[in-house]
């Protein structure tokens, strides 16, 4: 089993920055894939980005190219997603993900899942 924790999540005027963190403990090293997505209210939840852990090559969703960055540092066994230039439409609550995928890719089926953190983006 593989538990993620996030934090960093809170509430930032449009064009302000955040910095969220998932920290992983358990059998982390079956794992190949990280991934962070968002589910707005009312809407489905949608993949964010996505990171190979061998190759630290990262995927981004469209909407968040240019903005965001995700990174990980295996030291501290922690995956990390810097979210600049936020606006409104960012507004959801994010989540991680991690899992052992036959391709890395953005919106994944991860099989292990932090349990949320809020962020809110006011214009």
């Known amino acids: 089993q593989v538990q993620l924790v996030e934090s960093g999540g809170g509430s930032v005027q449009a064009g302000g920055s955040l910095r969220l963190s998932c920290a992983a403990s358990?059998?982390?090293?079956?794992?190949?894939?990280l991934g962070w997505f968002r589910q707005a209210p009312g809407k489905e939840r949608e993949g964010v980005a996505a990171?190979?852990?061998?190759?630290?090559?990262?995927y981004y969703t469209d909407s968040v190219k240019g903005r965001f960055t995700m990174s990980q540092d295996n030291a501290k066994n922690t995956m990390y997603l810097q979210m600049n230039s936020l606006k409104p439409e960012d507004t959801a609550m994010y989540y991680c993900a991690a899992g052992a995928i036959e391709i890395c890719a953005v919106g994944a089926d991860f099989g292990y899942w932090g349990q949320g953190t809020q962020v809110t983006v006011s214009s």
């Open positions: 990171l190979y852990i061998a190759s630290g090559s990262t």
């Open positions: 358990g059998y982390t090293y079956n794992t190949n894939c």
